[in-house]
T-cell receptor, first 114, second 111 residues
C-alpha cells in the first residue's frame, strides 16, 4: 500500500500571498489530520476531517482552513501568509477504528514565507 | 488540557548501548503513540499502546505503558546509528484523532 503523500514537498511564498497544500491518505483511510511543526512551538494540531466533515479544530486563526473531498483527499489553505507561518506542515491519515487508531504521517510540506 | 512531558530532551549514546526515553502525561492516556522523526521529515509510526501494562516491540525497540496509563517508556537495545533521530510521544483523545505531542527527545548515536 502506498503511504500518505503530500504535495508539494517544498514551497516558498511571499508575505501576503496564499497557499494550498494537498494530502492524499492511505487507501481506505477516511480520517485526515493536519499539523504544523515549528522549532519554537513543536507539533501543533490544525484540523481533523472525517468523511468530508471537520471533526476537530486547533487553536489557529481563521486564515488557516481546510477541506476534505469525497475520495478522502484533503487540502489546507493559508491566506495572507505571515513570516511566522513558515513551518513543516504534516498530514496524517488513519483507518476506521473502534479505539484509538494507528495514525500514519506523510513526509510533510516545508513552507518558507519570505 | 492534557500535557505530555518527555525526558530526557537530548541523549547522546555510544553505539551498542541501551537507552530509555520517558513520556509522562498529566491525564490518563486513552492511546499513547511513539513516533520517530528524522530532521525535517515526516513522522515514522513506531507503535501505539492502549491498555495499562501493555508492552510492544518492534525490532530492537520496546515500548511500555504503565498500569495507571499515565507514563510510557521507550527502550532501545543495542543502539545503532540508524536509531538516531527525534523520538516523539503523542496522546490521543477519546473519539478524535487529534494528537497532543511531547516536545521530543533528540537521540544521537556515535560509533
Amino acid at each position: 500500500k502506498a503511504g500518505v503523500t503530500q504535495t508539494p514537498r517544498y514551497l516558498i511564498k511571499t508575505r501576503g500571498q496564499q497557499v494550498t497544500l494537498s494530502c492524499s491518505p492511505i487507501s481506505g483511510h477516511r480520517s485526515v489530520s493536519w499539523y504544523q511543526q515549528t522549532p519554537g512551538q513543536g507539533l501543533q494540531f490544525l484540523f481533523e476531517y472525517f468523511s468530508e466533515t471537520q471533526r476537530n479544530k486547533g487553536n489557529f486563526p481563521g486564515r488557516f482552513s481546510g477541506r476534505q473531498f469525497s475520495n478522502s483527499r484533503s487540502e489546507m489553505n493559508v491566506s495572507t501568509l505571515e513570516l511566522g507561518d513558515s513551518a513543516l506542515y504534516l498530514c496524517a491519515s488513519s483507518p476506521p477504528s473502534g479505539g484509538p487508531p494507528e495514525q500514519y504521517f506523510g513526509p510533510g510540506t516545508r513552507l518558507t514565507v519570505t | 488540557s492534557q500535557e505530555l512531558e518527555q525526558s530526557p530532551q537530548s541523549l547522546i549514546v555510544q553505539e551498542g548501548k541501551n537507552l530509555t526515553i520517558n513520556c509522562t502525561s498529566s491525564k490518563t492516556l486513552y492511546g499513547l503513540y511513539w513516533y520517530k522523526q528524522k530532521y525535517g521529515e515526516g513522522l515514522i509510526f513506531l507503535m501505539m499502546l492502549q491498555k495499562g501494562g501493555e508492552e510492544k516491540s518492534h525490532e530492537k525497540i520496546t515500548a511500555k505503558l504503565d498500569e495507571k496509563k499515565q507514563q510510557s517508556s521507550l527502550h532501545i537495545t543495542a543502539s545503532q546509528p540508524s536509531h538516531a533521530g527525534i523520538y516523539l510521544c503523542g496522546a490521543a483523545g477519546y473519539n478524535t484523532d487529534k494528537l497532543i505531542f511531547g516536545t521530543g527527545t533528540r537521540l544521537q548515536v556515535f560509533p
